[in-house]
Every structure is written in C-alpha cells, then in structure tokens.
C-alpha cells in the first residue's frame, strides 16, 4: 500500500508513520518529495491491519498497490527513473546511452582498442564480460578476476563506467569492486538468491530480460532487487525464445512501450543478443530508439572473426561508428539526444 502524506507534513509525522508501519511488519520505501512524501509499504497483508494508520498525523490517504510489483510499477511512483551511474553519465533522462563493447574481455590489447574507438564513437559505457555464462562447460568462461582489473584499469584510463556480468552469488562482492553496473544476465534473471545479493549493494544494475520470461514475470525479477533498498534498476530487452529460427531471439520491441507504461524505470535494448547477427543489429537498434528505449547495449570486437564468444553478432568498430551516426536523428526525431 501507499501512505499518502499531507502536503508539507513534518519529520516527525513521517518518521513517526515509518516506525508504526515498521511495527505492523511492512518494509517503508519512502519517496520524498518537495510538497509531498508518499510511503510504499510492502510486505505480508495478514501480518498487519494499516486501517489505524489513517488517523495518525500528516497522513492524508492509504492507498492500495494493486500490481504484484509494487516498487516497480507506477503506482507508487510517477516520474521516471533516471538511473545515475557514476561518472556523469544517467540512464532513463533525455539523453539516450549507449553501451558498447565486446562481449567478454579478452586481453588488455583488445580492450584498449575497443573502448577507445567507442569512446570515440560516443558511446557512455564499456561493456565487456569477465564472468561468461556459457551454453557449453568447454567454451571460453570468461579471464574472471584479471578481466575485471583490466576492465576498471580503461575505466581509470579511459574515464568510462563500466559494466560487467555477475552470475553467482559468491561473485558479486568482487564484481562489485570493479564494476559500475552490476548485469544479471538472461539466464540468472530468475535467479532469486542473486537478485537479492545485487541489490543489497545498492549499486546500479542492469536486468536482462529472461529467454523465455513474459513482461510481468521480468518486473517481478526487478522487485526482488528493489525490495532490498536499491532504487538504480535499469531493464534490458535482449530477445526471448519464440518458434523463429531465422535469428538467435526474438526482439520484443513491444516490451519498450509495455514497460514503460507499467514502470518507472528505464528500458534499454541488446540487438546484438537479440538477432545474433551483426547484420541486423542496426537496424533493430535504429527501431528500438524509435520506439521510445532508454539506449542501447551493443556488441563490438575488432576482429570479430577471431572473438572468443559472439563474434558473429559483433560489430567491428567502424560499422558502430556508423551505427552511431545514424542514430542521432531518429533521437531528435522521438525529442531525445545522443
Ligand atoms: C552478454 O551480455 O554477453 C550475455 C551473455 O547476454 P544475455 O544474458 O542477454 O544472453
Ligand atoms: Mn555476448
């Protein structure tokens, strides 16, 4: 539920109905506002009876959260989330953000030269994986904690957040260490355990959309990380499993205006996981900031061919600089910005 403060209600009036919710069992989530504070209260309905609340002081209405995602969803909050990641850079305002990188770090020489030609680029972000969920025990898992130590040395370098993925529980206090975002991977997006480890950091995180998980199930993912205090989620379309055999995944471009009616925060979208095929990737880039995306996560390698894991959905670095290019006017275009 929501406790609907009085405009300009004290301190003390709030924290007071803080403390009595606390007593009846709900988790506060206070949002404070220049007039008005509102409180989302979750938690066990029958553990507590909130109709004694109505009558403290400053307290203006109790309303219902009627969405299984309670953090989540709109009702509790209005205004979209702009996501602050460090190093000036916001996910979710007016100007999009683009992620870029490899899809894991391979070696100093290729990280150098990927993050300073995306950097070039415009892109905000380097991505690169350290950890690698990969279908097969055999294929490259990723140069673990070295990768990460080259990934925050560009980061010094460079002056680039950077994002990684963390896939188990045990690893996210050293990913944590390292990395700007913390990425939860298509595989782990029902990983509840590590959801709710990602989000006792508080760090940012970035929600990938599960291979065959519908909107409400992924917002539901979202919710076991904000239910532990961390309000900097961002979302990641990257394609869920459908009969099509044509492409790696599906691309749901309806998921940005779902989402984005449902939720407050920000969507962005991975054509490169999402088709599996460098070829397509710009165009589906190209659609999903028409459509209204928050940005984008973009695979780029210098030597595609020779990449230790999807190379086949890799841009070299110049056709992301092209990709780039393209893309400014459709932002203006929908009234954003690159
Ligand atoms: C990745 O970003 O390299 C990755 C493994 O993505 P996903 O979890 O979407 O498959
Ligand atoms: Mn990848």
């Known amino acids: 539920m929501i406790v609907v403060m009085r405009p300009y209600a004290t ?3 709030i924290q007071n109905v803080e403390k009595r919710l606390t007593e009846l069992g709900f988790q506060t989530h206070p949002i404070y506002g220049e007039r008005k504070t ?4 979750v938690g ?13 002081p400053g307290v203006e209405a109790i309303v219902p959260i009627l969405k299984p995602y309670k953090l989540v969803g709109k009702e509790l909050k209005k205004d979209p989330t702009v996501v602050d990641v460090g190093g000036g850079v916001q996910i979710g305002g007016k100007e999009l953000v683009i992620i870029a990188g490899p899809c894991a770090v391979e070696g100093e020489e290729q990280i150098y030269s990927v993050a300073q030609a995306i950097k070039k680029s415009g892109a905000k972000i380097l ?7 990969r279908t097969s025990p055999y294929s490259f898992q990723g140069l673990e904690e070295e990768g990460l130590k080259l990934l925050c040395r560009v980061k010094q370098d460079l002056g680039m957040p950077v994002i990684t993925e963390v896939v188990d529980t045990r690893d996210v206090e050293l990913v944590s260490r390292y990395s700007d975002i913390l990425q939860i991977g298509a595989r782990n997006m029902q ?3 590590l959801l709710s480890e990602c989000g006792k950091t508080k760090k940012p995180v970035l929600l990938k ?17 904000m239910s532990e205090g961390d309000t900097r989620v961002i979302l990641c379309e990257r394609g869920i499993r459908t ?21 407050h925060l920000p969507i962005i979208a991975d054509p490169s996981h999402g088709t599996g095929n460098w070829k397509y990737v710009n165009a589906v880039a190209r659609a999903f900031i028409a459509a209204g995306a928050d940005g984008l996560i973009i695979e780029v390698h210098p030597d595609p061919q020779h990449a230790a894991s999807d190379g086949p959905q890799s841009l070299k670095p110049e ?14 275009a929908v009234g954003r910005a690159i």
Do not use: C
């Not at 066990?44 to 403290?56: Q, T, V």
């Not at 056709?319 to 203006?332: G, R, S, T, W, Y």
């Open 11 to 13: 301190k003390q009036e």
């Open 38 to 41: 509102v409180i989302g209260a």
């Open 44 to 56: 066990e309905k029958s553990l507590a009876d909130p109709s004694s609340l109505s009558h403290m």
């Open 127 to 133: 991505r690169g994986g350290a950890f690698k969920p």
């Open 191 to 193: 990983n509840f355990r």
């Open 209 to 225: 959309r599960g291979l065959s998980s519908t909107i409400e199930e992924w917002l539901m993912a979202a919710e076991y990380v």
């Open 243 to 263: 009969f099509e055999s044509a492409t790696r995944n599906t691309m749901d471009i309806n998921a940005v205006p779902v989402v984005k009616e449902l939720s």
């Open 319 to 332: 056709v992301f600089d092209e990709l780039m290019n393209v893309l400014k006017p459709i932002a203006q």
